[in-house]
């Protein structure tokens, strides 16, 4: 299976952490760029963080100063280090691959409530 696979979500309340992690053992992860996007109930899907395969970094504005990404070409794996976390962060979060595919994971639910 090439599809990447995320794990780490879950039930925080506000002002919590998490840390998401995207592990993608079947492709070249070190050339890929990795991006972590979410989606709620009845919004479109938006880009929360993405790295590239240089280490270069661009967050939403939503997120930026909360949330870090970063990753680790050896264990091919992404992460998603979430602080602060607030009601609206709430949302499936979804692992992306770019590179000379794309690929999706099918992601993990993070509820931030009290």
């Known amino acids: 299976q090439v599809q990447p696979v995320e794990s780490g979500g879950g039930l925080v309340q506000p002002g919590g952490s998490l840390r998401l992690s995207c592990a993608a053992p079947?492709?070249?992860?070190?050339?890929?760029?990795m991006a972590w996007y979410r989606q709620a109930p009845g919004k479109e899907r938006e880009l929360v963080a993405r790295i590239t395969s240089g280490g270069s970094t661009n967050y939403a504005d939503s997120v930026k100063g909360r949330f870090t990404i970063s990753r680790d070409d050896a264990k091919n794996t992404v992460y998603l280090q979430m602080n602060s976390l607030k009601s609206e962060d709430t949302a499936v979060y979804l692992c992306?691959?770019?590179?000379?595919?794309?690929?999706w994971g099918r992601g993990t639910q993070v509820t931030v409530s009290s």
């Open positions: 992306n691959a770019v590179g000379y595919h794309t690929y």
């Open positions: 079947r492709i070249p992860f070190s050339i890929y760029d």
